[in-house]
């Protein structure tokens, strides 16, 4: 299976700044159809997982531009710029490569 | 709009088996795969499995071979995942879930 490692576990924002989340998989992300399949999730208290970002740089539909994606192969990144308070939560990134599909463990963000 | 709409909580003993539901509306059914994910409280993502309406195709993750049962109704717009001989390790929330959108959830508690 596909490890995902995402880090940090945890981190604090102010509201308005900028932060940084990492995820790396233990076999690189790109399919046998040259497309690589990385998401990232955000799970707000309570709620269900929400799709940010796919194929690791596109924003779903209705998603702020102050969510972005980058990487390639096994190294990505998501970044959330001018942070507000609706942005709290779980941050998890996911790979869609291979069966069996496998997710990160996950990154809390919280608000100062 | 699209909407995923699952079956209510339920509790169950151990031993039995449960079977969930995932009504979908607002698009074509048979045009999107159908994935069921289990979360723990306080824990992360797994997937279990996915189901093609379509074809009536099926993948699971091995680790819920055996476990999990996925099926599809296309005239009721609705996926079913049945999991049997429960144990209090099912006792989670499961999600059903395709592109771009997610269940609420139907939480499962098994205990006698």
């Known amino acids: 299976d596909v490890v995902m490692t995402q880090t940090p576990v945890s981190l604090s924002v102010s509201l308005g700044g900028q932060v940084s989340i990492s995820c790396r998989s233990s076999?690189?992300?790109?399919?046998?159809?040259?497309?690589?399949?990385l998401s990232w999730y955000l799970q707000k208290p309570g709620q269900s997982p929400q799709l940010l970002i796919y194929?690791?740089?596109n924003r779903f539909s209705g998603i702020s531009d102050r969510f972005s994606g980058s990487g390639s192969g096994t190294d990505f990144t998501l970044k959330i710029s001018r942070v507000e308070p609706d942005d709290l939560g779980v941050y998890y990134c996911g790979q869609g490569t291979q069966y069996p599909l496998t997710f990160g463990s996950g990154t809390k963000l919280e608000i100062k | 709009q699209v909407q995923l709409q699952q079956s209510g909580a339920e509790l169950v003993k151990p031993g039995s088996s449960v079977k969930l539901s995932c009504k979908a509306s607002g698009y074509t059914f048979t045009d999107y795969a159908m994935k069921w994910v289990k979360q723990r409280t306080g824990q992360g993502l797994e997937w279990i499995g996915v189901i093609d309406p379509e074809i009536d195709a099926t993948a699971y993750n091995e680790k819920f071979k055996g476990k999990a049962t996925l099926t599809a109704d296309t005239s009721s717009n609705t996926a079913y995942m049945e999991l049997s001989r429960l144990t209090s390790e099912d006792s989670a929330v499961y999600y059903c879930?395709?592109?771009?959108?997610w269940g609420p959830g139907t939480m499962v508690t098994v205990s006698s």
């Open positions: 879930t395709r592109y771009g959108f």
């Open positions: 076999q690189s992300l790109v399919h046998n159809n040259g497309n690589t399949y």
């Open positions: 194929k690791v740089s």
